[in-house]
């Protein structure tokens, strides 16, 4: 069975402080997507990743392909209170397996 | 161009009923999977249809099912429900016959058992 798992699970931070998510499992997947979905909405799609080692960048965002295609992590710099929600991975295992999510709560 | 609708948004059970959510993705696009968010244990995968066809099932019981109409529409139908079927159910969207291309979800129907 392949598992994603993230940390931190939860995150408060003051806003203009930079933090980083990450994105374990033990597979290798083909490709893999982060996702930010706040209260009462569905997940919104953030970037796809599908090359090891790949680094792809939105605007304050930063997110990075493990080598190895099995990890993957999200930089924030310079957090807003904007920013908070919940922010989920998800890896192409013939169908998209989610990671628990990360709680991001960005304080004025 | 419309996103994916999901009806309705909010809906109370009680247990034993059975209940039937629907699912309108955006238009063009044939595949659609569902999912089951719940605090403890996240996103769940429960089926993936794509032209009419069941590709892809989680591990869920029989009580949950779905089917896809030729229109691309699906629905997701519980039976029996029980109390821990109090969940999110979320349904996305993709154009291509691989939901992993680039998934677009809906607002999701939060489904409350009592």
């Known amino acids: 069975t392949q598992l994603l798992e993230q940390s931190p699970q939860f995150l408060s931070i003051q806003e203009g402080e930079n933090l980083t998510v990450y994105c374990n499992s033990s597979?290798?997947?083909?490709?893999l997507q982060w996702y930010r979905q706040e209260p009462g909405e569905g997940p919104v799609l953030l970037v796809t990743?599908?090359?090891?080692?790949e680094v792809k960048k939105l605007k304050r965002l930063t997110f990075q392909f493990g080598d190895a295609r099995k990890d993957s992590s999200l930089h924030i710099t310079a957090a807003q209170p904007g920013d908070t929600g919940l922010y989920l991975c998800?890896?192409?295992?013939?169908?998209?397996?989610f990671g628990q999510g990360t709680e991001l709560s960005v304080k004025p | 161009k419309a996103g994916v609708t999901q009806t309705p948004r909010y809906l109370i059970k009680t247990r034993g009923q059975q209940v039937t959510l629907s699912c309108s993705p955006i238009?063009?696009?044939?595949?659609v999977s569902w999912y089951q968010q719940t605090p403890g244990q996240g996103l769940q995968f429960l089926f993936e249809?794509?032209?009419?066809?069941?590709?892809n099932k989680g591990n869920f019981p029989g009580r949950f099912s779905g089917r896809q109409f030729s229109n691309s529409r699906s629905e997701m139908n519980v039976s029996t429900l029980e109390l821990g079927d109090s969940a999110l159910y979320l349904c996305?969207?993709?154009?291509?016959?691989?939901?992993?291309?680039?998934?677009?979800f809906g607002q999701g129907t939060r489904l409350t058992v009592v």
């Open positions: 996305a969207s993709s154009w291509g016959d691989r939901l992993v291309t680039e998934a677009f």
């Open positions: 597979s290798v997947f083909s490709s």
């Open positions: 990743v599908v090359t090891g080692g």
């Open positions: 998800a890896g192409d295992g013939g169908k998209l397996i």
């Open positions: 238009s063009g696009h044939r595949s």
């Open positions: 249809y794509f032209s009419e066809t069941q590709r």
